[in-house]
C-alpha cells in the first residue's frame, strides 16, 4: 500500500497525541516517506548480484575472444611486413651492387682510356 503525504500528515497528528511532539518527529524520521514495497531486500540485491557478474563474465569471454582474434591479425600483418621488408632490402642491395659494378667499370675504362691518353702524348 503506498502512503501519501495526507496519510503521513495523519500519522504524524497520532503520534503527537499519543507520544507527544518530540516523540512525534523521531518516529517520523524513522519512517521513510515511501512506499515499502520501493525498497530492495537483501535477495533482491543478491539476484542483481549474480546477474551482473554473469554479464561480467559472458564481456570479459568476449573480450578475451576479441583480443586474441586481434593478435592473430596483427601476428599476420607483422609477418607480411617482415616479408615486404625483406624482399625490398634484397631488391636495394642488389641495385646497389649493380649500380656499384657500373661505377667500378665507369672508372677502370675511364683510368684506361686516360692511360692511353697519357701513353699517345708521351
Keep these: 500500500m503506498a502512503v501519501d503525504e495526507n496519510t503521513r500528515l495523519d500519522l504524524r497528528r497520532a503520534f503527537e497525541e499519543l507520544l507527544g511532539p ?10 521513510p516517506p515511501l512506499d515499502y514495497d520501493q525498497l530492495a531486500s537483501k535477495s533482491d540485491v543478491d539476484h542483481v548480484r549474480i546477474e551482473v557478474r554473469g554479464e561480467l563474465a559472458q564481456l570479459r569471454g568476449e573480450l ?22 625483406k ?3 634484397a631488391s636495394l642491395q642488389l641495385q646497389m651492387a649493380k649500380n ?6 665507369t672508372q ?5 682510356a686516360f692511360a692511353g691518353f697519357v701513353v699517345g702524348v708521351a
Design 108 to 112: 677502370v675504362g675511364s683510368m684506361a
Design 64 to 85: 578475451k575472444s576479441d583480443m586474441a582474434e586481434l593478435r592473430t591479425e596483427v601476428k599476420g600483418e607483422i609477418a607480411e611486413l617482415r616479408i615486404e621488408m
Design 22 to 31: 518530540a516523540l512525534a518527529n523521531v518516529a517520523m524520521e524513522a519512517m
Design 100 to 105: 656499384l659494378r657500373t661505377t667500378v667499370i
Design 87 to 89: 624482399t625490398e632490402i
